[in-house]
């Protein structure tokens, strides 16, 4: 991986956030609201414990939904690791960089209400799996 990308969160495909979370409260875990996100398709909710990582489960809007990006995933192997994210200075110049390493842009850039309109991406790498690029407050 690249050295300037920093580690932000594991992100698990769940089938029902409010079943799964119990798992992690029990273990210690403050759950953050749930919140939807229309322009991704799926409902989400981080789980944060003192120096442990940060999770986000993301699941589809409801169980019939068979669009949501997540769906295939539950269905194929229920619920399951889906991705890793990192926090990027630059979006573009990190999909730049790792289109060089052969990983795959799945769509281009879009703003991500779970983390306050931020650019996410997600890219796909056969020897890695799925990433996510979170893009960071750029400082003037």
């Known amino acids: 991986m690249l050295l300037d990308f920093k580690f ?3 992100g698990i495909a769940t089938h029902n956030i409010v079943a799964t ?3 992690y409260t029990d273990a210690g875990y403050t759950a953050s609201e749930i919140i939807y996100d229309p322009i ?3 409902s989400i909710c981080f789980l944060s414990k003192k120096e442990q990582p940060l999770i986000e489960l993301v699941a589809p809007p409801s169980t ?3 669009e949501s990006p997540v769906s295939k995933i539950i269905k ?3 619920v399951s690791l889906y991705h890793i994210c990192y926090e990027v200075n630059d979006i ?3 999909i730049f960089q790792l289109k060089k390493k052969k990983y795959l842009p799945l769509s281009i850039p879009v703003n991500a209400v779970a983390f306050d309109n ?3 991406v997600f890219l796909y790498n056969r020897d890695v799996g799925l990433i996510e690029l979170l ?3 750029r400082v003037p």
């Open 8 to 10: 932000h969160h594991i």
């Open 92 to 94: 573009e110049t990190a």
């Open 76 to 78: 194929k192997s229920g």
């Open 135 to 137: 893009e960071q407050s």
């Open 21 to 23: 979370v119990k798992y």
């Open 118 to 120: 931020k650019k996410i």
């Open 64 to 66: 019939a939904d068979t």
């Open 40 to 42: 991704q398709n799926v």
